[in-house]
């Protein structure tokens, strides 16, 4: 038997712990653990190496010559769809399960599915983590009055943490356990069988999948627990989220590995977008101008992603998801201002049903509805399987950056989103409102990754001429800071200021940290904080 060290239960959620990590679901958590721990590693000193390998070369990513025959092969297609997933119009994105009342409410819509977010909506504290899959679990066992069956409500499309996070709380062998198998695993363990019988699942939703090699390891975990749990081969389902510039190049790679499990791929835009960044964010060429004004799904390099991902998809028999809507809308529904948000989001997600997606999420859950009405209306059909968009994407496709420069609007925002970002995070909550939207870890990685840039290229802003510096952001900080301070009480000034330390940090460092959640999920400030 692995060695196992585990924290003591979040305060107030003692019950739920012990019906959670029982024994025997420790000893499953270990045993997977152990199992694809090696694995684990080699993908994470894959990613590095593969970064290594483009600045050393300064190369740019391409479709590989090594998998040209998946590419090629035109009669593999991935397993048939099932009942529940034929239809993905409308998800509600960003549902963090430990957020109950959201969660309650979102089961009684009449969405196609729900993103149960252990991810980029979720701040990973033990709390929201132990919370958060017993809420799950208490759904799921139908433990809760008044709420659909499974059978009834939305599909639950599970989304664990990304392979950049780990759990804190749980070591296996003197190691902290990987995140996503931490949340994999315990549910996996408590609702698989549950969802597989009722055939609602497992499904899941793949965070920041880089490469074909990162599915296949996916593949292996979920083989290896259908024979452990005894559930039927094939039964988990993923959807892959390409959010890294290197895996739109490896689509079909992708869709190849996990071929009979499944359930499509996702294009986003600002995990995607920031991406770039990441990869080569010290190449004056990737500069990426203002995402306020310059950066949207009709730039040729988000389209010819979506346009992409869109045709692998269907070609191999896959569905198409679009990305989140995150405006929100104003409770007065005679006002302009809900119809101006209305209007808004309409078009943005016309445009992706006209591009072919099967479906998209919204984060407001007032939306569903209309955007429902919206695929009924340009649509036949569960899904848009037929349409194959007939394209044919070049590496200069996906790697042209879209014209455009540097306002001092969009940095002050992008400074906001960062700070308030880490501040919500300090509290324990990996999203929150701003603006009229929802931000969470997606939007607080372009915009720190955007200040980051900036500050690097020297680049001019486009009102005064202004060279983007560290004494400019600095001060900028400080403008923003007064405005967020208005009204609040002494701990929230401390915490605020914390944040802001933290946002200089990132955003002055020599070598771009990779993941916002990661720097912070590893800081002190956010380890000794108790939740």
């Not at 330390?501 to 590893?522: A, G, H, Q």
């Amino acid at each position: 038997m692995e060695n196992v060290e585990l924290s003591d239960p979040p305060l107030g959620l003692e019950e739920e712990f012990h019906v959670l990590l029982t024994p025997d679901a420790v000893r499953f958590l270990a045993q997977i653990t152990s199992t694809f721990n090696n694995e684990v590693d080699k993908i994470l000193w894959n990613r590095t190496a593969r970064k290594v390998e483009l600045d050393l070369t300064n190369s740019y990513p391409d479709f590989s010559p090594n998998t040209a025959h998946i590419r090629n092969d035109t009669n593999w297609k991935v397993a048939a769809v099932p009942h529940r997933l034929q239809n993905r119009h409308v998800d509600i994105g960003d549902t963090a399960p430990y957020q109950t009342e959201r969660f309650h409410r979102a089961l009684m819509s009449s969405a196609q599915g729900i993103q149960v977010d252990f991810d980029d909506g979720n701040c990973p504290t033990f709390y929201n983590q132990i919370k958060g899959i017993f809420n799950v679990y208490q759904v799921v066992h139908g433990e809760i009055p008044g709420l659909l069956s499974v059978s009834e409500a939305p599909v639950l499309m599970l989304r664990p943490r990304a392979w950049n996070m780990v759990e804190h709380n749980m070591l296996i062998n003197g190691r902290e356990i990987p995140g996503p198998l931490f949340d994999y695993g315990l549910l996996m363990y408590h609702v698989g069988k549950r969802l597989s019988e009722s055939e609602c699942g497992p499904f899941f939703y793949l965070s920041k999948v880089e490469s074909f090699l990162e599915a296949r390891l996916w593949n292996q975990i979920f083989v290896w627990t259908e024979e452990k749990l005894s559930l039927p081969a094939g039964s988990i389902k993923a959807t892959v989220l390409i959010e890294s510039v290197l895996a739109s190049f490896e689509m079909e790679e992708i869709l190849y590995e996990l071929r009979e499990h499944s359930a499509g791929l996702n294009c986003g835009i600002w995990d995607y977008s920031a991406s770039f960044v990441s990869k080569f964010g010290h190449r004056l060429e990737f500069l990426l101008p203002d995402r306020s004004k310059y950066v949207n799904m009709e730039k040729r390099f988000l389209k010819s992603y979506m346009d992409l991902l869109v045709q692998t998809c269907h070609r191999r028999g896959a569905l198409a998801t679009g990305g989140m809507a995150a405006l929100l809308l104003p409770k007065d529904k005679d006002s302009t201002e809900y119809q101006s948000v209305i209007a808004a989001v309409t078009r943005l997600k016309l445009f992706e049903i006209t591009a072919g997606v099967d479906g998209f999420m919204v984060y407001d859950i007032d939306l569903v509805a209309p955007m429902q009405k919206l695929f009924q209306e340009h649509t036949s059909g569960p899904n848009q399987l037929h349409i194959i968009p007939s394209v044919n994407i070049s590496q200069s496709d996906l790697l042209v950056m879209p014209a455009g420069g540097v306002t001092l609007f969009g940095l002050k925002y992008n400074i906001a989103v960062g700070i308030l970002f880490i501040d919500a995070w300090l509290k324990g909550e990996g999203h929150f409102f701003f603006c009229g939207k929802v931000e969470d870890s997606a939007t607080a990685e372009i915009s720190r990754s955007q200040v980051w840039q900036w500050i690097r290229h020297r680049v001019k802003l486009e009102d005064d001429n202004r060279t983007v510096t560290r004494g400019l952001v600095l001060a900028l900080v400080q403008q923003v800071v007064r405005q967020l301070l208005d009204d609040s009480s002494a701990l929230q000034q401390q915490r605020l200021n914390t944040a802001v330390e933290l946002f200089m940090e990132i955003v002055l460092k020599r070598d771009f940290p990779e993941f916002i959640t990661t720097y912070l999920n590893l800081d002190h400030t956010f380890l000794s904080s108790r939740f």
